[in-house]
């Protein structure tokens, strides 16, 4: 994993110890490791989109698992964790089914769910829907896989932040309760990130099935 840009990042050697984040911002109550704001501040400046790069054996051994798919794949994080609350947006298992049946009536188009977290109750497996951790793909693998297939579909999390930094579409949602400050901050009343393509799309809101059957995967455009 790199980056497409090359930075020039220069320290005062002075000092005994070098960290990153700088520990006073680090301690600050308003640094969070998951916020995009620093990114933001970083396009604003370069006016450049950040971009995940993988090395050459991860590219190699994601291709060959990409051949494997079909033509048109639509990779989906499906958050589990436990405990959890509400706002954490954890997926709804029988909505996710109901929308996976309704769209696999078209068989060129199939799943692959990524991520550790176990699959949500009332997800059946059939012969397009692919669970990454059953076919014991490497973590560095699935997220760059991300980049290889052709959308991206699910919750706000780490997984996701592989569609954030690639340009794939994608549609990625977050609760409405949750960090509502934080994501206000990052991206206003808008509905995406400050470097993200038009069809790179955040929702606050709770997938539904009526939504969700909206999404048409021949243009994966926006709805």
């Known amino acids: 994993m790199g980056s497409k840009y090359k930075f020039k990042i220069c320290y005062d050697f002075k000092k005994k110890d070098i960290y990153w984040p700088i520990y006073d911002q680090k301690n600050s109550k308003f640094f ?18 950040p971009i995940l790069e993988w090395n050459k054996k991860t590219i190699f051994k994601s291709k060959k698992i990409r051949k494997n798919l079909p033509k048109k794949t639509i990779v989906v994080h499906l958050k ?3 405990p959890h609350k509400e706002q ?12 996976f049946n309704h769209s696999l ?3 060129k188009v199939g799943f692959l769910l990524i991520g550790d977290d176990n699959i949500p109750e009332n997800i059946n497996f059939n012969k397009n829907i692919f669970f990454a951790k059953k076919l014991k793909i490497p973590l560095s693998i699935q997220l760059c896989l991300v980049s ?10 780490g997984p ?7 340009n794939v579409p994608y549609y990625i949602f977050k609760h409405p309760k949750h960090d509502i400050k934080e994501i206000e901050k990052e991206i ?11 069809n790179q799309i955040i929702l606050r809101k709770i997938p539904t099935l009526d939504f969700l059957k909206k999404i048409d995967f021949n243009s994966y455009g926006r709805i």
């Open 32 to 49: 969070l490791y998951t916020s995009f704001d620093r990114i933001n501040k970083l396009v604003n400046i370069f006016k450049i989109k």
């Open 160 to 166: 996701s932040v592989a569609a954030n930094f690639s």
């Open 188 to 198: 206003g009343n808008k509905n995406k990130l400050h470097f993200a393509n038009k």
């Open 80 to 82: 589990n964790i436990f």
């Open 148 to 157: 290889m297939c052709n959308g991206f579909l699910g919750m706000a999390s």
């Open 88 to 99: 954490e947006s954890n997926a709804d298992g029988k909505v996710w089914n109901d929308f």
């Open 105 to 107: 009536n078209n068989k």
